[in-house]
C-alpha cells in the first residue's frame, strides 16, 4: 500500500469506467475498456507522456490546474477529486494527532447515554465508548484490542457482520470512507497495518478492496440488530475533535420509521 501505487491504480479504474462514445471516441479496436492514456491527456490539454508517468505514479512536477483538467475528464466527483489531489499533493496538513482521548471528550460520550457513542481515529481504530454502544452496536471490550476497528470488524467478526442489516452496503461504504481518510491522514503507517492484516485475513476484503472506491459522508442512516436481536433504525454523524484532528466522536440517534 504506497501512494504511487494508489495513484496508478485509482486513475487507471477511473479511466476504465468511462463510455469512450461519450466523449466522440469509436468504441473500435481497443484492447481494454474505457479511454486510452493519450485521449485522456488529449482532453485534459496534458502531454500524452506527461499524463503516462502520472499515472504510473512515477515523482513528476504537477500543478494543481492539471489535476484538476483530469480530474473533470475523468468525471471524478468532488470527495474523489479531493482524494487525488491528497494523494499527489499529500494532506497539506502539519497538525500534530494525540494517542490520549481528552477527558471530556470521554465525558461527552459517556453523557450520550442512552444513545450510541464511541470514538473513532482516522484509520478507524475504536478507542473508546459508552454503555449504549457496547449493548446496542457491538461490544469491543470482547475482542482483541489490535482487532478493534471499525473496517476489520466488516470482514473478520462475524457476531459484528450479522449485526448489520445489509452488509455488503456497509463494508462498501466502510472501505471507500477507510481510503478518503487514508489519503488526508498523517500516519499512514496505521492505515497500512489495518490493509495488510485484513489481506492476510480476507478474501471478501481482497475483492472489494480492489473496486478502488473512494467516499466519504459525515452523517447516514444505519440499520443494526442490538445484542437482544431487534432490528433499531438509527441516524448517525461524526465529529473530529476539534483540538486532536484525526480523531472523531461518532453518535447514534434512534429513528422512528414511519
Request: net charge neutral; glycine share 4%.
Amino acid at each position: 500500500m504506497s501512494r504511487s501505487e494508489d495513484i496508478k491504480t485509482f486513475l487507471l479504474k477511473r479511466r476504465a469506467r468511462l463510455n469512450p462514445e461519450d466523449y466522440g471516441f469509436s468504441k473500435n479496436n481497443r484492447r481494454v475498456s474505457g479511454l486510452r492514456r493519450e485521449e485522456v491527456a488529449q482532453l485534459a490539454a496534458v502531454s500524452a507522456s506527461w499524463y503516462t508517468w502520472l499515472e504510473q505514479g512515477r515523482d513528476i512536477s504537477i500543478s494543481p490546474a492539471a489535476l484538476t483538467r483530469i480530474a473533470q475528464v475523468l468525471r471524478l466527483t468532488d470527495i474523489e477529486q479531493d482524494y487525488l489531489n491528497a494523494l499527489v499533493f499529500g494532506s497539506g496538513s502539519s497538525r500534530r494527532t494525540h494517542d490520549e482521548i481528552p477527558r471530556e471528550v470521554m465525558a461527552m460520550v459517556d453523557a450520550l447515554d442512552p444513545h450510541p457513542a464511541f470514538v473513532r481515529r482516522e484509520n478507524m481504530d475504536i478507542v473508546y465508548w459508552n454503555n449504549a454502544a457496547k449493548t446496542k452496536i457491538f461490544d469491543w471490550s470482547s475482542i482483541p484490542v489490535t482487532d478493534r476497528n471499525s473496517l476489520k470488524l466488516m470482514f473478520i467478526q462475524d457476531d459484528y457482520r450479522r449485526r448489520l442489516n445489509d452488509w455488503e452496503s456497509a463494508a462498501r461504504h466502510t472501505i471507500a470512507s477507510f481510503r478518503a481518510y487514508y489519503a488526508t491522514g498523517n500516519h499512514p503507517a496505521a492505515f497500512k497495518s489495518v490493509v495488510d492484516d485484513l489481506m492476510a485475513r480476507s478474501a471478501e476484503f481482497r475483492t472489494l478492496w480492489d473496486y478502488h472506491d473512494v467516499s466519504k459522508v459525515g452523517a447516514g442512516n444505519k440499520d443494526i440488530f442490538d445484542d437482544k436481536g431487534q432490528l433499531r433504525h438509527y441516524t448517525y454523524t461524526s465529529l473530529e475533535v476539534e483540538n486532536n484532528p484525526g480523531m472523531f466522536v461518532i453518535f447514534y440517534c434512534q429513528r422512528v420509521l414511519e
